[in-house]
């Protein structure tokens, strides 16, 4: 990876962090080589601070670092992408973003898995999906055939209703196997699109 530090006199390069999950904006900082250089060594987001004259690792204080997942630089070689997992509030105000976002996905479907795996990790006795959980892999997994089954009766029918309620169904099953799994449905995207 080529960076180009020396096309602006201060030697800074932006850096746009995104949410590595959701894709939201987190914030922007800048990097000098220094800083860049110890963001791929400590693998957390680490800037140069114009008002501090000093690199800062975000979160050094606050313990809210930006755990990188990916570093990408733009076509100029003058603009860092870095995808980061952000470990509690990134603004200092203690928004999730530094435009005073919400750091949701707007993709509903991995909404729904964050929802399946905090089910998972914090369970609640009032929660079918936990008590799915709870019941073991067997039962999630027989709960998927279920749906599968009744799916295939509904395509031989004309009741669109029916239809998509059991095709959401199976969809929510399959995404609670998964997680009961392990993965993720972005984990079997990959496969799918090796196989494209």
Known sequence: MKIDFAKYSDGLVP????????????MLGFMNEEAFNKTSELQKV?????????????????????????????????TLLIKADPVGPVCHTGSDTCWN???????????????IADRKNN????????????KGINKIAQKVGEEAVELVIEAKDNNEELFKNEAADLLFHYLILLQAKGFKLNDIITVLKARH
């Open 46 to 78: 680490t800037f140069f601070s114009r008002s501090k004259d000093r690199l800062w690792t975000k979160g050094e204080e606050s313990g809210n670092f930006l755990l990188v997942k990916e570093i990408n630089v733009d076509c100029d070689n003058d």
């Open 123 to 134: 369970p609640s006795s009032t929660s079918y999906t936990s008590s799915l959980f709870e």
């Open 101 to 115: 976002e919400k750091n949701t996905t707007d993709d509903f479907l991995q909404l729904l898995e964050q929802i």
């Open 15 to 26: 850096a746009i962090i995104q949410d590595a999950t959701t894709g939201k904006v987190l």
